[in-house]
């Protein structure tokens, strides 16, 4: 691990932007994340993070702006990426090659590898290293890579959706090398679109939309973004659930039929519940919003 | 499911098609306005030779304007149809099942079989269109139809052959890259197996089984036979119902032939960036150095043959240095001549080797080296050195082989001549290494067709020029007008030094847009 002063951001972008064509996936991003942090970065599908995450690694140029990695500029790759372990959203292996020896490679080439830990992580997630890569699933190309990159123990860690492939298992072992890593003081910058696994292992989040980053965010504040969606089935019709209404953090009271109401809730569902104890309910289904939904709901539909 | 295919495959028929309608037009039309001035006399000397028979087969009806266009011609275009079919083939159905296309595809109602049956129907007629406009361009040009249809007929059937071969491989592999090999070495045996047909009379029948030997068997503006090509096609069937058949009862993204899943002994070669680039550059380079190394062992072998023909033909020493081909009248001259074409071949081979480059990159398998701390143009530089390093390998193999055939029938050729001769092409080899680099930094999509073009682009405008007496400026933009006869003349050191320079001109800038530019996938 390199000695990196604590003051310097691990990454840091400036005036970042990116254009295909008439596309402009990314704009005007700037961002910096102190050492030691576990970074979320969320997004709707084509947000521009995978973009973001290639232009910081130097495999796209930027059209405008700079990025470092502790204080690096992203594109001297050679001194840059010492610092960095990197798992893509979408991992090819060359397909003769075993896993082991794709593990071989990215160790020989990089900054260093533990080896003790990698082994343990081969345990871990459960990989069979001698198996050759055309043999491996979408899932398994992603363990190789995700051992490879905990492997190094790197003081950033980058990850596009690394959990894409990963069964709900694996996605434990997953936040469990996260939290391990953060226990470490690596910094974790790491592209989701799964709030929940964000909210496990993230201290910090950005959210990017149409190329913009238009939130950075605590963990506290995304709570306040995360509301559920309540639907009640009742037994028989009840009149006393109108001051559901009333209660805090329920908004959007909606009675579909006598006997079925939906509501959105935000924050803890103690009041809630106990309003509903009192009532005959046939079912109770709770219903986390997904990602676009929040997005909808907080941005609106109009281009960022 | 069909149109995606299509889509595929369009461009490089239309491509391929307009190349064969282009060369046969234009060697035919070029010869009528010769009107003569060849020489009857220089011609047939030129054709009896038996090193110009093993190249370009009998030569049957010279004197008119399609005979000719297809001796010529015929062969160069047949193997350049028959690899490019067999090439899409195994891109469209293997090389589509690898990047996990087929899954989609199959989700629904289609089964693997037929999905495999629809992509050889398209490749198979994408060759039909190839023949249709190679007969098409010596119909423009004035010559017979008959003798047109059939050469158009031969032509589409080697390349049915390609097609049906690709997608046969593609069924036994599981990976593109060793279907391609596989499909394209038996279609390389079969001109190998043509030019034995045609250098050793008692294993003439072997003509009746390879295309080239058919299409040459099937005479087009001769005899116009319709046997050869009824073989031919009796022979295209075959292949195709084996390759369908061979689809049937096999899962989707493996092969036939089961390749080992498990290695328990990593390779110690991968643990670092040169290792990578020899691990990669090992087997193509054995598969192409043993294809080189059977076509020149058979040249070596045929060497001795051609000696008798000039103790039995005092007179035709003469006629060829009349008629500028003095260098054909020894042994020397004669793998000179050959060599010619091994240049060829090192261009393809270096032009190939960093087209791969190219695809990982498509791929995304250069991802996760290009986040390690690799710079883009040290990957360059090491995987160039590698490939430089192999195509000489492949020369030397080529050399050594030709001298071993020539030393087994006493041809008098030594082996440090037959090194020199080979060896000499390198330059078009490298030529075409920096034309490949070039394109891998400013045009990634063609590394391929920017490789090869110094050598197969040179080689044909020399063709061409010398055949037409084109101006000499013309002649001075190929590769092959500053390379020397070797062994016959001495080395061309001072064409030789040009040749590397443009190659490290071009490769280096390659190199700088690479590092420049965004990475594709
Ligand atoms: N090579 C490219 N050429 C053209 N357009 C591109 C290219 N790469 C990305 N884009 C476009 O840029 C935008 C951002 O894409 P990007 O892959 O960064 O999104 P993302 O946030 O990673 O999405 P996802 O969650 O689906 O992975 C999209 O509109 C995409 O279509
Ligand atoms: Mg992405």
Known sequence: MSATSP????????????RFGTTEAVADLSLAVPPGEVFGFLGPNGAGKSTTIRMLLGLLRPNTGTAWIFDVPASDVQRAHRHLAYVPADVALWPSLTGRECLD???????????????ELLERFALDPDRRARTYSTGNRQKVALVAAFATRAPLLVLDEPTSGLDPLMEREFRACIAEAARRGQTVFLSSHQLAEVEATCSRVGILRSGRLVEVAGLADLRRLHRAEVVVDLAAPATGLQRLADLPGVADLRWSSPVRLELSL????????????????ARLEVREPSLEEIFLDYYGQAPA | MTAAAIRQARRGTAIVAVLCAGMTALVAVQYRGLDGALGAESLTALAENPAIRTLFGPPVGLDTAGGFTVWRTGTVLAVLVGIWAALTATRLTRGEEEAGRFDLLLAGRLRLQALVARVLVVVLVAAAVIGVAGALGLVLAGTPVAGAAVFGAGLAGTGMIGAALGVLAGQLFPERRSASGLAVA???????????????????????GTPFGLLGRSAPFAADRALPLLVLGVLVTAVAVLAVASAAGRDVGRGRVAGRDRRARPSRLLTGLSGLAVHRTRRPLAGWAAGAAAYFLLIGLLATSMTEFLRDNPAFADLAAQAGFAQLGSVQGYVA????????VLGAFAAARVAATAGDEMAGRLTLLFALPVHRARWAVTEATVVGAATVVLAAAAGAAAWAGAAWVGAGLGLGQALAGALAGLPVGLLCLGAALAALGCAPSAVLAVGVTPAVGGYLLLV??????WPGVVRWFSPFAHLADVPAEPWNAAGAAGMVAVAVLLAAAGCLRYVRRDLRN
């Open chain 2, 186 to 208: 038996v279609l390389l045996a079969g001109l190998l197996a043509r030019m034995v047909s045609d250098g050793v009379p008692a294993l003439e029948w072997l003509a009746w």
């Open chain 1, 7 to 18: 003051s310097v951001p691990a990454l840091r972008m400036e005036g970042l932007s990116k």
């Open chain 1, 105 to 119: 490679l990215l160790a020989g080439v990089g900054p260093g590898t533990d080896p003790a830990y990698r082994d």
């Open chain 2, 464 to 469: 061409l020029t010398d055949t037409f007496g």
């Open chain 2, 337 to 344: 001549a050959l060599f010619t074409l091994l240049a060829v």
């Open chain 1, 266 to 281: 935000t924050g803890p569902p103690g009041p809630v519940l106990r309003a509903l104890g009192d009532a005959d309910v």
